[in-house]
DNA sequence: ATCCTTGCAAAGACTTTGCAGCGTA
DNA sequence: TACGCTGCAAAGTCTTTGCAAGGAT
């Protein structure tokens, strides 16, 4: 399977072999839940909760937790949360952080600048594999409401 | 009340005037779980969750998500969450952020260099309030075993 | 045919809410 | 005294687990 370094691109690897290839690939049987897991997660912009998923696909809530808690496990999707009390799934692109808006939600991807440049001072830590960096403000169209 | 700018600082606030009177000025009435709470997030090393609290102090569970709700909504306190199921909560004081260690969950608060520097580009916000940036890795004597 | 996966239901973990009695101002 | 605060219990939300039936290889 190829990969980018050693990181799965979930675009790239559809492009090359197909959803059903791909999962086989993962060590996972090709199901359509799972299809459609990942399929909900593909055509969604930005990232979704476990409840969106079911509300797309109508598949059990407890089978999507178990494939996202799969596709985590395999680095196929970042599992991430934010001040709410519910986790948001996403398929792992480039990597990026989010902005949320503090009033209604809204969840934007953004760009940043410089953040390679950021370094923790750890005295306790001698390895650092990732970080998350999350934004929070008042979205424009809350601002004018 | 005085204030740095319009922060409030725990340490600052205790000594000018003391927890009692720090209470009373937030507008709430003083109680020795109030004073419980405020002064075992301010002994403890690191961010705490209510359960831990809870073992610290042996005050109600409701009464500490309660008191941590007030303290939050007057900028007394932080609350946020990792990767983990539970929220921790952390007495506001110089901005900063952590490191956790993915095997044994050790917290460390981190200085970081150049984050001043990170500026998010945001395609439909205007203002951005705050950020939260944390570490994931393992800890030097997890990395021993 | 085998073993993994699914759906349903129940349980679990964490947090919030209702209410009667208590304590602070 | 009045009103806010506390503890206990119940309910609520999100996630995980058990199990029998179904499906992919």
Redesign the pocket.
């Known amino acids: 399977m190829k990969t980018k370094g050693n990181k799965l691109t979930f675009s790239k690897l559809v492009d090359v072999q197909g959803v059903?290839t791909l999962?086989?690939n993962l060590?996972?049987?090709?199901?359509?839940?799972?299809a459609a897991v990942l399929s909900a997660l593909h055509s969604y912009k930005g990232p979704m909760?476990?409840?969106k998923i079911v509300a797309k696909t109508?598949?059990?809530?407890?089978?999507?937790?178990?494939?996202?808690?799969?596709f985590d496990k395999v680095g196929l999707i970042n599992k991430f949360?934010l001040k709410?009390?519910?986790?948001f799934y996403e398929i792992k692109s480039e990597h990026h952080h989010h902005i949320v808006c503090n009033h209604c939600g809204y969840i934007e991807e953004v760009e940043i600048c410089n953040v390679d440049k950021v370094v923790p001072l750890a005295k306790k830590f001698s390895t650092i594999t990732e970080h998350s960096l999350e934004f929070f403000g008042i979205c424009k169209s809350c601002a004018k409401s």
């Open positions: 059903a999962l086989n060590g996972f049987k090709s199901t359509k839940q799972r909760t476990a409840e109508g598949i059990d809530l407890a089978t999507v937790y178990r494939t996202l808690e799969s949360n709410n009390s519910s986790f």
